[in-house]
């Protein structure tokens, strides 16, 4: 198994990317993928070129001894993102339909997490 395929599993496998999300964004068939991912088919230098893009790296990072992988921070996150394919303006208007009703559920969090903040402060007060 080549250092470039022993990372990006490593990878992979830390961050619970879907193989799917990385097919989509590279074009490279699912069938060849996996045989790559286990070392059944040589990784040619232009299916290492779009992996790394697609996962926002250099070739490099994932040629690493020692790959250097961060915790997720997903419980911190204030960000969202997701594949909708070719953008077009129907898929605009559900993005942007989407946000809206994101946006709502965060208002609607944000008062639930204001009214139980009164709520514990007049408690504080002994009323």
Do not use: W
Request: no cysteine.
């Amino acid at each position: 198994m080549t250092k470039f395929i022993q990372n990006l599993n490593e990878y992979i496998t830390h961050y619970n990317i879907k193989n799917s999300f990385i097919v989509k964004l590279t074009g490279i068939e699912k069938n060849k993928f996996s045989r790559l991912l286990n070392s059944k088919q040589d990784i040619l230098y232009e299916d290492m070129e779009a992996i790394a893009k697609a996962l926002g790296k250099e070739i490099s990072y994932f040629m690493q001894e020692n790959l250097m992988l961060k915790s997720s921070g997903y419980e911190e996150s204030t960000s969202i993102a997701f594949y909708m394919g070719a953008v077009d303006e129907e898929k605009k208007e559900l993005a942007n339909l989407i946000f809206d009703f994101l946006e709502h559920v965060d208002a609607v969090l944000g008062i639930q997490k204001k009214i139980d903040k009164d709520a514990l402060e007049v408690l504080d007060y002994g009323f």
